[in-house]
């Protein structure tokens, strides 16, 4: 009867917005606007492998011993990155063992570097567009 018309239709209506959604491409340039998300080969950017930490120290739960640096130690060392234009694209640099990509606007007009939410890389434009 009526219900089960209805629970077609808003099935179908469910099943055609979804089709509809754009792929991940065209979402990336709809996010980005006239601005093309700058790649950076994030490989070159290694925290170090000491630290001058004399104590060990304790981070998330993690114990990390005299001059072991920890991730967000690791973080810290990395200067922020400088990218043209105002949008960076930062997948972690891992391949397979990064995150999901982040597309991150850039103000060129500021001095503060944006931070990937993943893995804490910070980003700053050299200005222009």
Do not use: W
């Amino acid at each position: 009867g009526a219900p089960m018309s209805i629970a077609l239709r808003t099935f179908s209506a469910v099943r055609r917005a979804r089709t509809a959604l754009p792929s991940s491409a065209q979402f990336a340039r709809c996010m980005a606007g006239s601005a093309a998300p700058q790649e950076v080969d994030l490989s070159v950017y290694k925290g170090p492998s000491i630290v001058a930490r004399l104590e060990p120290k304790i981070e998330m739960g993690v114990r990390y011993e005299v001059r072991v640096p920890s991730p967000q130690e690791s973080i810290d060392m990395i200067p922020p990155i400088v990218v043209s234009g105002t949008l960076a694209k930062c997948d972690g640099g891992g391949g397979a063992l990064g995150h999901p990509v982040e597309f991150i606007r850039l103000d060129p007009r500021s001095d503060e570097p944006a931070v990937c939410k993943y893995c804490g890389l910070r980003f700053i434009s050299a200005g222009g567009h």
